[in-house]
Structures are given as structure tokens and as C-alpha cells.
């Protein structure tokens, strides 16, 4: 079979290091009762693994051509292929069940955050997700308040789950081999999103005004959304800047952007 020309589109690199392959594995750590999701299988390097160490594997391929290719594996028999683009799977498809789901995969670069925040609006169903994405990406997500990377990303991913950066990974495990440094994380959803579905939106907005200029005060920066009074009002000193900020404060601006809007 001649071998796949990665394609640019779909931001791809596949992984080839089968050192690397067992340690991803082994973190996953997948047992013969799991119902795991993997996305991007690729060339199958993650895939065949999980499904000698698992109880049932579905994977999603946007690429018709590596999806045609996965299929002609002989070991592909006991995983179920579905051709499509995860940005806009419905993953309550394939259970209802609350935690019943594990996820693992090899996000693509170009569309990792919005994949991610696809994904977890079925937080529910997930008891955790495992995923490689750049390493710049895994620093900004678990960032700590006070530090040069938090920002909009570390607080809107702290809402709704705990996030662990597990080991780094060099671009020659991949081939063609990335110009960045890779990170595999684990997500563990709350068992109850700090945030509700409801207050997303201006969770959102009140992030992005707090963020927008970081080194601007609240009381400035928070103007489109929310006045220095309401600001007080929340338990919060509208001088301080957003990096100072913890996730709860930031759900209590929000709730008092949607208590004084009504």
C-alpha cells in the first residue's frame, strides 16, 4: 500500500515513534470494559493499541482517503469507523449514559480550541479526554492566575474541567515532523460545569472583554459588560486586572452581568 501524503487542510501529522505511541497508550491506560472515542485516527498508530486493550473503539475520519485505508486493516473489525468532521459530531449518537465515555486523539492544530469546546459541551457523557496538541496550546490551558500564559482559555476550560499536562513531545515523533513541540493533556470534566449552558455565552463575553486588554484595569476593561459598581457588586476590586483573577470570580461577574441585564 503506498503510503499517505499528509495533507496541509487537515493540519496533519502522524505519529511514527512506537515508543511514544505506548507511552500515549499507557497514559490512556484504556481497559477491556471502556467505550472509547478516538478522533483523527490517521494511519491508525493510536488506534490499533486501543483496540487490543479496550472493550469498544469508534473513531472519527474526515479524510475519505485514510478512512478507505483504515478499513482494509484487518484488525479495524472490532472498531467502528464514522466518516465525518468532529467540530460538528453528535457525540450523544453514541451514549447517554453519564461518564459512560472516554476520549483520545490527535487534535488538529488549526482547530484544536474550537474542537475542544465542541467537545465539552457533552462534558456529561465524558469521564475524560486525552489529547495531543501543540505544546504552546497545553501551557495556555493550564495556566495558573498570575502567570505570563493564563488568559481566556486557562479560565474557560478551568469552568467546566480540571486539565493536566502529562508529557511533552518532540516533532520528529511525528512525520512530516511539526515546526512546534507537541504536549499530551488529560481533561476530567466536573461532575457539574461551573458554568451552565444557560450563562455561557456571557461567560464568554466577559472573558473576552477582560482578556482583550490584559494589563488594563477591571473597571476599563469590563465596560462593554459590566460598571465598576456592579464589579463591587460581585466581590471584586475593580482595579485588579484579569490576570488575577480566579475562575469563580469570573462566574461571579458573570452572574451579575446576567442579574442586572434582566
Not at 459512560?100 to 469546546?117: K, Q, V
Request: aromatic share 6%; hydrophobic share 45%.
Amino acid at each position: 500500500m503506498t503510503e499517505h501524503q499528509a495533507r496541509k487542510r487537515f493540519g496533519q501529522n502522524f505519529l511514527h515513534d512506537p515508543a511514544i505511541i505506548a507511552r500515549l497508550v499507557d497514559a490512556i491506560a484504556p481497559a477491556d470494559t471502556d467505550h472509547i472515542i478516538e478522533i483523527g485516527p490517521g494511519q491508525g498508530a493510536m488506534t490499533q493499541p486501543l483496540s487490543q486493550r479496550c472493550g469498544r473503539l469508534e473513531v472519527i475520519e474526515l479524510d475519505r482517503d485514510l478512512a478507505d485505508r483504515l478499513e482494509q486493516e484487518a484488525w479495524m473489525t472490532n472498531v467502528a469507523l464514522h466518516r465525518g468532521d468532529a467540530l460538528h459530531f453528535d457525540f450523544s449518537g453514541l451514549s447517554t449514559a453519564p461518564r459512560s465515555l472516554r476520549l483520545a486523539g490527535n487534535l488538529p492544530y488549526n482547530i484544536s480550541t474550537p474542537l475542544l469546546f465542541h467537545i465539552l459541551t457533552y462534558q456529561h457523557l465524558f469521564r475524560d479526554v486525552h489529547v495531543m496538541l501543540q505544546r504552546e496550546v497545553v501551557d495556555r490551558m493550564t495556566a495558573a492566575p498570575g502567570s505570563r500564559t493564563y488568559g481566556r482559555l486557562s479560565v474557560a476550560l478551568a469552568a467546566r474541567c480540571e486539565v493536566e499536562s502529562l508529557f511533552v513531545i518532540k516533532p520528529g515523533a511525528f512525520r512530516p515532523a511539526p515546526k512546534v513541540q507537541s504536549a499530551f493533556a488529560r481533561l476530567i470534566p466536573h461532575d457539574k460545569a461551573l458554568i451552565a449552558p444557560a450563562e455561557a455565552a456571557v461567560f464568554d463575553e466577559v472573558l473576552r472583554c477582560a482578556f482583550s486588554q490584559r494589563r488594563k484595569q477591571l473597571g476599563n476593561a469590563l465596560r462593554p459588560v459590566l460598571d465598576s459598581d456592579a464589579i463591587r457588586a460581585a466581590g471584586i476590586d475593580p482595579q485588579q486586572r484579569a490576570e488575577q483573577l480566579h475562575v469563580e470570580q469570573f462566574v461571579a461577574l458573570t452572574r451579575e452581568a446576567i442579574a442586572r441585564s434582566g
